[in-house]
């Protein structure tokens, strides 16, 4: 129970003062904002519908950005009426492969932004003008200058350049992010998952209109985790209504390559509203006329099923993964948690059911449900609430450092707990070096050619020194909004550099699928590889060291016993040219019986020198 704070008559300064943080569900297709008013979490309206359309209008026949509904009133300009900005943010303009009608600009490794006839309108600028439509609907709605910060769901899968992405737009909007949260965990604070006292795992399936997420979730003594995630960042309900569309196409005899963009979107919201229509009914009466030609047919939701099997397939897919990586079988669940406009359609509640052989939870309704959850949180923040749940979301992919022969060192492994600080000693690797360089990769293989680089700096002023003896400590931090920060420091003389990782743009669904993927299909591969490049690494280590030994103590040597050393050094150095690596071992070892002979001679030397001139008397 809440309690009221009572002071004396003109002893408080803010008599009437109330702090409010908002729960904004940045959707694909539509966005809510939610607040906690009288101890209930709950979704601000627009009109007579709680969900803003998240689509911007940047054309001539205005001269400002008009956002939400009225954008809608323009949709069929459609190179200049942005819809599903969400699909863009944080990617580079080469993974952007799914159709769309927008003229985009920029190279391909950067960002694109939408060429529209109010000039260039970034993916980050357009949700920027969406989340602060709803900041100022929401302040309409509060006490003046009561608004104190918002929490901002985002889909589980999203890296660290779409949620950096997601955060400045936010910033733009004039909003103080408290906290970027993943929508399936938001989900489940809805559902109260908190308040349960007995350990559980909790399955939340979030297909909205633009992306598809699914979390594993436990509670266990008062801490929720993120066992683990994973999901599709493209792929919704906008897919479900292009595949209804595509069926309508191949009705009438004709190919989508047949149909122009302006058609292929009218069929697409026709495709909608049949959709709409059959999670209330059972069949669905169609007449329209596609190039010319009239198509009459009955759809019902047996024939629904079959339609839209392609998207059902890839979710269960993705469920399958998620329980994989966290070693727990659909009988070991305690609920399955509907999420997403697109969960209310009934041929997918029945695949869910039929899937996971139990009937799934859906009584919040699931456009809100995420919004009240971030409501609930934000709240929980703002007020410093004792009753703050502890949330553990976690990596979606492993992070790891670049080393010698390109192998990559996992500094945090995949589903690690965030936030989480990883700290790890390296050191040089060649005599007198002063200089490293830090790169960063992101990828489930043991080698970087095969993983994403994310980011890269150097570290200068170490001390020259023998190779081996400098001692450079890497820390990797994830705070818990996702964003990586990776520091280096060389021990002995304290001089620190470090990078926050924002990549200039994400993954895309194909580089998610195979990053995850490609360590499980390549496991016996990368294993033999990395035997071989850490043998390699080991031997040009050994050379090195052989001839700084040779350059400082040749003179102890024969010249025989120089000729055989360099001899069996030079062997070595050429079998490193192949990928033979019993070859490499065989010339390691022949290697060693000179080596080994050289480094006692060196180590008697030693010990004469430092016995030079003193008495037994003194030992």
Known sequence: MSLLQISEPNQSKNPHQHRYALGID????????????????????????????SVVYYGKKSSRPIVGNDALNYADDHKNTIISAKRFMGRAKSDIKFSHPYDLSGNHQTMPAFLTAQGEKSPVETSAHIL????????????????QGAVITVPAYFDDAQRAATKDAATAAGLNVLRLLNEPTAAAIAYGIDKNTAQGNYLVYDLGGGTFDVSLLRLSEGVFEVLA????????????????AHWLIQSSHLTPADIDETEKSRLAKLAKTYKQALSSQDSVVIEVEIG???????????MLSEIIQPVIRRTTQSCEQVMRDAKIDKSNLNDIILVGGSTRMPVIQNAVTAYFERTPLCNINPDEVVAIGAGIAADQLINQSNETLLLLDVTPLSLGIE?????????????TPIPVTRRQVFTTHQDGQTGMIIQVVQGERDTVANCRGLARFELHGIPP????????????AID????????????????????????????????????????FIHAAEDKAARMLIETKVEAQRELLALQSALDEFTDLLSDEEQTNLRHHMQVTADSLNTDDKAAIDEAIKALKVHSDHFASVIMDKNVKDALTGTRTSDW
Do not use: W
Not at 42 to 53: D, R, T
Not at 229 to 244: E, V, Y
């Open 292 to 302: 010319g030609i009239l198509v009459t047919q009955t759809l019902n939701n047996d």
């Open 229 to 244: 995630t994973g999901g599709n960042s493209a792929l919704g309900g906008d897919d479900i209504d292009r595949l209804i």
């Open 465 to 476: 020194m023998k190779a081996g003896l400098a001692r450079i400590e890497v820390t990797y």
């Open 480 to 519: 818990a909004n996702g964003q990586l920060t990776v520091s280096a420091r060389e021990t002995t003389t304290d001089i620190i550099s470090q990078i926050q990782v924002s990549p200039s743009y994400g993954l895309s669904e194909e580089q998610q699928e195979q990053l995850l993927q490609a360590g």
């Open 403 to 415: 080393t010698m022969g390109g192998l990559v060192e996992v500094i945090i492994p995949r589903n």
């Open 26 to 53: 940045l959707g694909t297709t539509h966005s809510l904002v939610a607040v906690v008013r009288s101890g209930r979490s709950e979704v601000l309206a627009f009109g007579q519908s709680p969900l803003l359309p």
């Open 132 to 147: 602060r439509h709803l900041k100022n609907h929401a302040a309409a709605a509060l006490p003046p200058d009561s608004i």
